[in-house]
């Protein structure tokens, strides 16, 4: 079993930055890919971010590319979303994910999830 727990969420004002981070227990970390989602109010979830193992090639939504930057450190079992120039349309609940393989993040790829952290991006 995995567990999965999301930190660093909060209010922010557009423009301003903030760095989510993913802690991850149980199975090893470090041979899956991971990945951060996100789910707006009344709209579906969604990929953001992902990053592979060992080569920790990354992976963006068209709408987060140079403005958010995925990383991991395994020795830590934690991967990191930093998040820079947020608009309001940033404003969701974020997840972090965990592959069941080491280079997939798609939705049906997915084994855990965490519970979520909610950002708000205010205008």
């Known amino acids: 079993q995995v567990q999965l727990v999301e930190s660093g969420g909060g209010l922010v004002q557009a423009g301003g930055s903030l760095r989510l981070s993913c802690a991850a227990s149980g199975r090893t970390f470090s041979s899956s890919a991971m990945g951060w989602f996100r789910q707006a109010p009344g709209k579906e979830r969604e990929f953001v971010a992902g990053?592979?193992?060992?080569?920790?090639?990354?992976y963006y939504a068209d709408f987060v590319k140079g403005r958010f930057a995925i990383s991991r450190d395994n020795a830590k079992n934690t991967v990191y979303l930093q998040m820079n120039s947020l608009k309001s349309e940033d404003t969701a609940v974020y997840y972090c994910a965990a592959g069941r393989t080491s280079w997939s993040f798609a939705r049906d790829d997915i084994a855990y999830w965490g519970q979520g952290t909610q950002v708000t991006v205010s205008s």
């Open positions: 990053i592979t193992w060992p080569i920790s090639n990354t």
